[in-house]
């Protein structure tokens, strides 16, 4: 089994910065794709970014390219999101995934099999 445990939501003002982390454990996750996706209340959840574990190839949605960095650290089991120019429609709840979806899966949360608690992220005007 896999355990996901995401940290580092908070309150912030917009166009500040964010870092979240997902601590991983259970496994090892080598073959597996990690992604962050967000959550609104009554909404699908948004795909945001992914890296594959072993070659660390990312992966981004159109709305986190260029603001958003994904990264791990394999030392410390540990997956990162970084979050630049933060704006308050951005807040939601921060998920953290791991699975082995298919390219064309890869952008929805279907294509995940693990998942975390979750971390709200909350971006005041």
């Known amino acids: 089994q896999v355990q996901l445990v995401e940290s580092g939501g908070g309150l912030v003002q917009a166009g500040t910065s964010l870092r979240l982390s997902c601590a991983v454990s259970?496994?090892?996750?080598?073959?597996?794709?990690m992604a962050w996706f967000r959550q609104v209340p009554g909404k699908d959840r948004d795909f945001l970014a992914a890296?594959?574990?072993?070659?660390?190839?990312?992966y981004y949605a159109d709305s986190s390219e260029g603001r958003f960095t994904i990264a791990r650290d394999n030392a410390k089991n540990t997956v990162y999101l970084q979050m630049n120019s933060l704006k308050p429609e951005e807040t939601a709840v921060y998920s953290c995934?791991?699975?082995?979806?298919?390219?064309?899966?890869?952008?929805?949360?279907?294509?995940?099999?693990?998942w975390g608690q979750g971390t709200q992220v909350t971006v005041s005007s």
């Open positions: 995934t791991a699975g082995i979806p298919t390219p064309r899966r890869r952008y929805l949360a279907a294509g995940y099999n693990y």
């Open positions: 259970g496994r090892t996750l080598s073959d597996y794709t």
């Open positions: 890296i594959t574990w072993s070659f660390g190839t990312t």
